[in-house]
């Protein structure tokens, strides 16, 4: 039964619950828990292994859109192809996120995420091979690793920091936006340094290695004292498979779901394709790729203001509609006038897509009855979200082929900017899902 209560949310308390624990209904096994009050006493490691890993979950997707042409041209690809770049690491998102908290019970979240980054290593440096097909190889092997990321960290952080949520969020995602635009920002500069588009994109397996080797010593520490073939959690409650049929016939459910997989289709073709439209329009490549980095930066505006506000305000209908509309003026503006307003249309699309996906995770939280719905809510949002994000650099690139042309890719952008707007009216109602207490 859906509930009207209105529960005011300090910042605090908000960035707490935005943390997402994809573990909600697993217990460590002793030997893990012991483990882990260990780690927790002596925190400076575990706090320099979020910061790595952070860093490193957009940057190796977010550096490969300004070297784009010279990869399409390296291979001969034409724009749909060179799209599953992007298009490829998005599907494995999808489809490797409700793999991650049944890998975390098995081995341990600690574990989970020296594997990721040791998969996101060598997706990185497979991605520069010399054949075609390990370029897409290397993606999907991306994809995976950040999958795993995505779905894990905020959990940990929430887990072995719980008096400091805020401030943890707010270094997580400060992080993850800061290696998004460093990435961008030093593609070309690094291409030039290091002699071709592959130098630029493997360099980025480095920091993915080094963040490889700070897990090391927390994943080997944290399943310290189990037996071999012993899982590191058990299940703490019962799982409820009619919960799981619910959330999948609710259609605020899928309101919320498929309002996070627009506004990621949007960021994505911006990713995926943003530097190619300043650059086909006139504009040097390494200026394309400052104002890409740029559009990144400032998302940090929105994604800190938007859930801030939302959890001040009985429903979000109106900052939904605002963000799809700041989302809209910027992409318009790409039509308009591309080279002469890129960095306010930059600014546009960053605040707005900065806003949006706060305000996506956010609502996972405020149309959540309890935290377990939460945490179902929020892997039935990203498999989906991630894999409705993958169809549009792919759509967008065949249109741009077909019609020689960036105008009706574009028009296509603004129709799914129109529809998150709708989603966004009903996401955004004062209404919960599942039991609340």
């Known amino acids: 039964m859906p509930s009207h209560r209105t529960e005011g949310r300090t910042a605090h308390e908000l960035a707490e619950a935005e943390l997402i624990d994809a573990e909600e209904d697993l217990a460590p096994a002793p030997p893990v828990a012991a483990a882990r009050a260990r780690l927790r006493a002596h925190p400076l490691l575990l706090l320099l292994g979020i910061v790595l890993a952070s ?12 070297v784009l042409g010279d990869i399409s041209d390296d291979f001969g690809m034409t724009s ?32 989970v995420l020296f594997g990721a980054l040791v998969l996101l290593a060598g997706g990185i440096a497979l991605r520069v091979a010399p054949p075609v097909v390990t370029l897409f190889a290397g993606c999907a092997v991306v994809g995976t690793g950040i999958a795993l990321l995505n779905v894990l960290m905020p959990g940990l952080i929430k887990r072995d920091f719980p008096e400091k949520a805020a401030g943890m969020t707010a270094l997580y995602s400060t992080a993850m ?38 897990w090391l010593p927390q994943a080997v520490l944290a399943r310290r004292g189990t037996h071999h073939g ?14 799981e049929a619910r959330l999948t016939r609710s259609g605020l459910a899928w309101q919320v779901t498929l309002f996070m997989g627009s506004q990621s289709l949007v960021a994505y073709v911006t990713i995926a394709w943003m530097p190619t439209i300043f650059t086909d329009n006139g504009m040097s490549r390494a200026t394309a790729g400052l104002v890409f980095a740029f559009s990144t930066l ?25 963000v799809a509309v700041l989302m809209a003026a910027g992409i318009a503006g790409l039509l308009v006038a591309p080279v002469a307003g890129a960095w306010v249309w930059a600014a546009l699309l960053g605040v707005g897509q900065g806003g949006a996906l706060g305000l996506a995770l956010t609502m996972m939280v405020l149309r959540s009855g309890d935290a377990h719905t939460a945490a ?62």
């Not at 749909?80 to 975390?104: C, D, E, H, N, Q």
């Not at 920002?185 to 030039?192: C, D, Q």
């Open 177 to 214: 936006i800061l290696g998004a635009t460093v990435s961008a920002a030093a593609a070309v500069p690094l291409e030039h340094a290091l002699g071709g588009w592959r130098g630029s994109l493997v360099s980025w397996a480095l920091l993915a290695a080094l963040a490889a080797l700070v």
């Open 55 to 66: 860093l490193n979950m957009r940057a190796a997707l977010a550096g490969v859109s300004p």
């Open 298 to 322: 400032v998302q940090m505006a929105g994604s800190f203001v938007v859930p801030t506000l939302a959890g001040r305000m009985r429903g979000q209908r109106l900052l939904a509609a605002g």
């Open 80 to 111: 749909t192809t060179s799209s599953l770049v992007t298009t490829i690491p998005l599907v494995f998102m999808g489809l490797a996120s409700p793999v991650a908290p049944r890998l975390a019970r098995r081995w341990g979240t600690e574990t």
């Open 376 to 437: 179902r809510l929020s892997g039935m949002a990203q498999t989906w979200g991630y894999l409705l994000a993958a169809a549009g650099p792919l759509a967008l690139g065949a249109v741009h082929q077909a019609t020689d042309g960036w105008t009706a890719p574009i028009v296509l952008l603004l129709c799914v900017c129109a529809g998150l707007v709708l989603l966004g009216l009903g996401a955004g109602r004062d209404r919960k899902i599942g039991p609340t207490p």
């Open 230 to 243: 012993e899982s590191a959690a058990v299940a703490a409650h019962r799982t409820d498979d009619t919960a």
